[in-house]
């Protein structure tokens, strides 16, 4: 059984950084596209930031995040992580961690298979 859990959410005042990791169990996602996803109350899921390393490491980010953000993997620990600088208060949201059965990146909620429980991120002005 495939179990993707987030951790590392919590408050930060604006401007303050947290670092967001997301351990897979119950298969290998290396060379795998996996991603972050986040939904801020009465919002869609948008998307974050997605990562593969299928055919060298390549990422992809939202124009809102880019910049700021930062996605990386440890296929060895079946992890991946969001590192985010310099949060808005826009920023807060339930931040989840996505993993698809492909290899290539998308940033369509429905290019994944599997969801984490979510992490909630909340950044006071």
């Known amino acids: 059984q495939v179990q993707l859990v987030e951790s590392g959410g919590g408050l930060v005042q604006a401007g303050g950084s947290l670092r967001l990791s997301c351990a897979a169990s119950?298969?290998?996602?290396?060379?795998?596209?996996m991603a972050w996803f986040r939904q801020a109350p009465g919002k869609e899921r948008e998307f974050v930031a997605a990562?593969?390393?299928?055919?060298?490491?390549?990422?992809t980010y939202a124009d809102s995040v880019k910049g700021r953000f930062t996605i990386s993997r440890d296929n060895a620990k079946n992890t991946v992580y969001l590192q985010m600088n310099s949060l808005k208060p826009e920023d807060t949201a339930v931040y989840y961690c996505a993993a698809s059965l492909g290899l290539r990146l998308g940033s369509r909620v429905r290019d994944y298979n599997y969801w984490g429980q979510g992490t909630q991120v909340t950044v006071s002005s």
């Open positions: 990562a593969t390393t299928w055919s060298g490491s390549t990422t």
């Open positions: 119950g298969r290998s996602f290396s060379g795998n596209a």
